[in-house]
């Protein structure tokens, strides 16, 4: 079982700053990394697939990195929208199992 | 549009059962695989069940395995989580969530969540 850490766990930052948020799998997934925004009382929002491919909708400012076992989200100019919870999840597995890392919460500074 | 609404939550007595319904529209529903995600009060994000489009292949996370099963009709583009044995941990919004390609885990797109609570 890949087991996905996420870090920090709670990141401060103030608008206009650059974010970035960590993830590490326990072992390769390649590039099968997605990364999820959610904000309170809201359904996750997917924001990258592969690692570093935006999906449709999401803004430049919203940037992936990384390959095997390290992965990097950043965010370029924190808006005041981007506030919110950010999951990142492995899709390497099949049959799948437990894929979600346990979330970094970007609060402002 | 696409869109997915669930329903079904609510309050249920461990040991109970409650089945999950979700609607999906705005989007060709057997072209795709599908998903339930929980996420418990407070918690990250659980992967719950999978199912192909054809209803002929069915995977589950370990903890619900045997207790839940996942169906779907493609004639009332609606996904379903039949789940029994309900415990305390149980206990989460439960969203239904579309599989961007097949095979895939990735979801780009999810309900709202319906929001169950396991509690004597």
């Known amino acids: 079982e890949i087991v996905m850490t996420q870090s920090p766990a709670t990141l401060s930052v103030s608008p206009g700053e650059r974010a970035t948020l960590s993830c590490r799998a326990s072992?390769?997934?390649?590039?099968?990394l997605a990364w999820y925004q959610q904000k309170p009382g809201q359904a996750p929002r997917l924001l990258i697939y592969g690692a570093s491919t935006r999906a449709t909708g999401i803004p430049a400012r919203f940037s992936g990195s990384g390959s095997g076992t390290e992965f990097t989200l950043t965010i370029s100019s924190l808006q005041s929208e981007d506030f919110a919870v950010y999951y990142c999840q492995q899709y390497n597995d099949w049959p799948p199992g437990d894929s979600f890392g346990q979330g970094t919460k970007l609060e402002i500074k | 549009e696409v869109q997915l609404v669930e329903s079904g939550g609510g309050l249920v007595q461990p040991g109970g059962s409650l089945r999950l319904s979700c609607a999906a529209s705005?989007?060709?529903?057997?072209?795709?695989?599908m998903s339930w995600v929980r996420q418990a009060p407070g918690k990250g994000l659980e992967w719950v069940a999978t199912i192909k489009q054809d209803g002929s292949e069915k995977y589950y996370v370990d903890s619900v395995k045997g207790r839940f099963t996942i169906s779907r009709d493609s004639a009332k583009n609606s996904l379903y989580l039949q789940m029994n044995g309900l415990r305390d941990e149980d206990t989460a919004v439960y969203y239904c969530?579309?599989?961007?390609?097949?095979?895939?885990?990735?979801?780009?797109?999810w309900g709202q969540g319906t929001l169950v609570t396991v509690s004597p």
């Open positions: 969530a579309r599989a961007a390609w097949d095979t895939s885990m990735v979801f780009d797109f």
């Open positions: 072992q390769s997934v390649s590039s099968k």
């Open positions: 705005g989007f060709t529903y057997s072209n795709y695989w």
